[in-house]
């Protein structure tokens, strides 16, 4: 999941939902004045149910969250309308940029044995692995320099539209810290609590992330190996179909163009059989594999402000977009991926 700003922040504000016209939680206390959160009943709520549901000393809890800071500003980055989505042309290019692609020639050759044998026991390409690190944190540069527990704390206790999930994913949090034997308070993350070379969350690396280097422990920040294997799982885990195309360039017939982008919404169509299709005329030039048992979609890339392109999106680009929904993330994903495997 994307933690950046610029272009990068627009795929997270996306992704988790922000936008025109929602309304704006209450203006919480500032820093300065507002009371630790051990004091809240809220918190006092969550620090026995830890205790009660999965053994943790309510006093170690209390002391977790005595430490844990109010973020403004993580609150006014969750709560920043995106006024307009923004088209394909506007996000796409500094994860395409002949920078990000050397950046990930180095990182494929760096773990080329890891890759292998990642592509080689899940059956996800290589690229694939390389272009999601790449895009989520340019190979690990980028990977978030808040900290965790606070991030969570504040989105837990003083987000009210999604507390309920920041919530789960606080909890999540120290039972993954106590799992992994490290310290709750010292974990760093994106504005969101995404950790790592591929920024799970914290119930996503406790459901999806492997220990790929057989050290005995999982480590998202400092193993290359880990993330690798982490994020192949993660698409295997939502049925990734190894030797199935992801996009394809689609023809759409004059004709029927008008009547066929009217099926988008947002710029991506339901999914139908590809038979349906070609009777709307959407066609594409023959497929090495069969396609046929698995609906397919219809995406819009906006080249410009006046010219798009389409595609079909098959079953593996909805698999992407588990990782992110934006239909602009995945394609990033994709299209860094072919540039990737074209340069190695």
Do not use: C
């Amino acid at each position: 999941m994307p933690h950046r700003f610029a272009a990068a922040a627009l795929a997270a504000l996306i992704a988790f939902g922000a936008g025109a016209g929602v309304a704006q939680p209450r203006k919480p206390a500032s820093a300065e004045t507002r009371p630790a959160y051990p004091a809240r009943e809220d918190a006092r709520a969550f620090v026995a149910e830890m205790a009660a549901e999965h053994g943790f000393a309510a006093a170690d809890v209390e002391r977790w969250l005595r430490d844990a800071k109010f973020q403004p500003r993580v609150v006014e980055l969750m709560n920043r309308p995106v006024l307009e989505p923004p088209k394909w042309y506007e996000y796409a290019p500094p994860f395409l940029s002949a920078e990000r692609v050397e950046a990930g020639l180095a990182f494929w050759s760096a773990n080329a044995a890891a890759l292998e044998r990642a592509q080689r026991t899940t059956g996800v390409p290589a690229e694939v692995i390389v272009a999601i690190i790449g895009v989520e944190t340019y190979y690990g540069r980028i990977t978030g320099s808040h900290r965790v527990i606070d991030v969570l704390a504040t989105l837990a206790f003083d987000y009210p539209r999604r507390a309920a999930f920041f919530r789960g994913e606080l909890k999540e949090f120290l039972l993954l810290a106590r799992e992994q034997r490290i310290s709750p308070l010292a974990p760093r993350g994106s504005f969101a609590g995404a950790m790592g070379l591929p920024q799970f969350m914290p119930g996503s690396y406790r459901r999806f992330a492997v220990d790929f280097d057989g050290s005995g422990s999982v480590d998202l920040w400092r193993s290359a190996e880990d993330a690798i294997g982490s994020v192949a799982n993660f698409l295997v885990r939502h049925d990734w179909k190894p030797g199935q195309p992801v996009l394809a360039k689609a023809y759409v017939d004059a004709a029927q163009r008008d009547a066929v982008l009217r099926r988008l919404d947002g710029g991506l169509s339901e999914r139908r059989a590809l038979g349906a299709w070609n009777l709307d005329g959407v066609t594409t030039q023959p497929l090495p594999v069969d396609v046929q048992p698995d609906p397919i979609g219809v995406l819009l890339l906006e080249e410009s402000a006046t010219a798009s392109s389409t595609w079909l999106a098959f079953h593996n680009f909805y698999v992407i977009t588990r990782y992110n929904r934006s239909r602009l993330y995945a394609a990033s994903v994709w299209q860094l991926a072919q540039a990737l495997r074209a340069k190695r």
